[in-house]
């Protein structure tokens, strides 16, 4: 159990509880003398804003923010493709560098991010706020069931349990069964992987003879996949485990999870102390309101974005919808409502549709007699598009009713996606090993066959 018997705390009251006006001035100020800032020392951003014909020093409110570009990976790898290796938009050198970060990306080469001392000190600080909120604290012994390596995510992660006073236990480079065993014999209260390693990993405690829920795990934490926000499969970790499941929200560029739930498990808290979110409609570029869905775009007003790696209007491609009702937890930021509803690159225009894997996933994942372990298919055999959904059953669950469930899974899917789809049942073990050791698999589970996608 965390120091507070698990329940999270504000590890920054001040901070974490202003009013609205107040985060707005704080942001304001901090925005102006960031842009100051870049202004006389970022090449990158002097070159942007340029481009733009937007003069920065006449930026003083959130509303003037909308004036300035909009910057993206795109920018980053150009950059750094003129100007190897780090590019021009970092703040900090190779000699003033502390740690180096890479970001995959799909033309092969990672993406360099760099951190000084004090940014990444910062980061730790910022982790700090969402291991807090989540009980995770003195008493807690946090296992990481991940290799480290250029991922920022599992080291940011690390450095805040150290903050908070907890221990962790690195558990990267050997077998689930091994780290379920490392959960028994050092006792293990927590535990930060994808959601769907949370679900492997429990899965296997059980071919092992071991019950999840009996062991000491109080909180599991999640990034990286939409999943720990997706109602049933957040069920389905909480009941394997018996313990409480929470997601968070980080991008390599960001430097940490800045986006958190709290104990109330009410959707992420963004950390609008050290990050200015605007949601904008992804077609329009307008903002949206409350409630409705929109693209978020960052700028960093943290020590971070000072000091290391300077994010002004930053497009996350990520989709999603904020509330501003209080939270019973105390604080006072804006939350995400469902957690990251897509991503635009990731949408498939089928038929007209757009289609997104987490409204597959929380499809499916409303089906006890299904595992996880999904995979669709979108093909074009001849003019039509066509998706094939193939999901693991349970073990255990008999194959004479396969034929029925066949049938529900498909009529669920249909009203869910507004599109048809055959629906394939498959046997247990025959799907998971190929997402086993993908980073993100939640996002990467539907493939696109199709010549021409749209
Ligand atoms: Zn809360």
């Known amino acids: 159990m965390g120091s507070n018997g698990g329940k999270g705390g504000l590890w920054n009251r001040p901070a974490e509880t202003l009013s609205r006006a107040e985060y707005v001035r704080l942001q304001e100020a901090k925005l102006r003398a960031l842009l100051d800032k870049l202004n006389r020392e970022s090449p990158f951003y002097r070159r942007k804003f340029k481009e733009a014909g937007v003069d ?47 970001s995959g990306g799909t033309t092969g080469k990672p993406l360099l991010y760099l951190d000084s001392l004090r940014s990444w000190n910062w980061v730790s600080e910022v982790w700090a706020y969402c291991l807090t909120a989540q009980g995770v604290g003195p008493s807690s012994v946090v296992l990481m069931p991940s290799g480290y390596n250029m991922f920022i995510g599992f080291w940011g ?52 003879g071991i019950d999840p829920a009996t062991t000491p795990i109080v909180g599991t934490h999640h990034a990286a996949e939409p999943g720990a926000s997706i109602p049933a499969t957040k069920r389905r970790i909480e009941q394997l485990w018996g ?48 409630g409705e869905e929109g693209e978020i775009i960052w700028t960093s007003i943290g020590v971070r974005g000072f000091e290391a790696l300077p ?75 066509t998706i094939t959904v193939s999901v693991e059953a349970s073990p255990g669950y008999p194959r004479e009713r396969w034929p029925d469930l066949t049938e529900r899974v498909a009529k669920a899917l249909a009203s869910a996606i507004m599109l048809s789809c055959e629906v394939r049942i498959a046997p247990p073990g025959e799907i998971g090993p190929r997402y086993a050791n993908v980073l993100k698999p939640g996002w990467k589970r539907l493939i696109d066959k199709r010549d021409v996608p749209f």
């Not at 077998?175 to 959601?195: A, D």
């Not at 313990?243 to 992420?268: F, H, P, Q, T, W």
Request: contains cysteine; charged residues 30%; negative net charge.
């Open 56 to 102: 920065p020093t006449g930026v003083r409110t959130l509303d003037d923010l909308r004036r300035l570009p909009t910057t993206d990976k795109e920018d980053h790898r150009h950059s750094q493709l003129e100007k190897p290796p780090l590019g021009d938009f970092h703040l900090v050198s190779l000699q003033n560098g502390a740690k180096l970060h890479g």
């Open 157 to 208: 992660a690390h450095h805040g349990i150290e903050k908070v006073g907890g221990i962790t236990v690195p558990a990267g480079a050997t077998s689930t069964e091994r780290r379920v065993e490392m959960i028994l014999e050092f006792g293990c209260t927590n535990f930060i992987c994808t959601p769907s390693y949370a679900i492997h990993m429990g899965e296997t405690a059980q071919k092992m």
């Open 243 to 290: 313990a409480k499941c929470y997601d968070n929200y980080g991008m390599v560029e960001l430097g940490s999870s800045i986006m958190y739930e709290c104990g109330e498990r009410s959707g992420m808290h963004i950390m609008e102390d050290q990050i200015i979110a605007e949601f904008i409609h992804p077609e329009t570029r307008q903002p949206v309101k409350a």
């Open 311 to 385: 994010l002004v209007r930053y497009r996350s491609k990520d989709l999603a919808v904020y509330t501003e009702e209080p939270c019973p937890c105390g604080r006072t930021t804006r939350r995400l409502v469902g957690g990251i509803r897509g991503k635009l690159d990731d949408i498939k225009k089928v038929r007209g549709v757009n289609l997104f894997p987490p409204a597959i996933e929380s499809t499916l994942a409303r089906f006890e007699e299904l595992s996880h372990e999904w995979e669709a298919v979108i093909d074009r055999p001849r003019e039509l598009d």
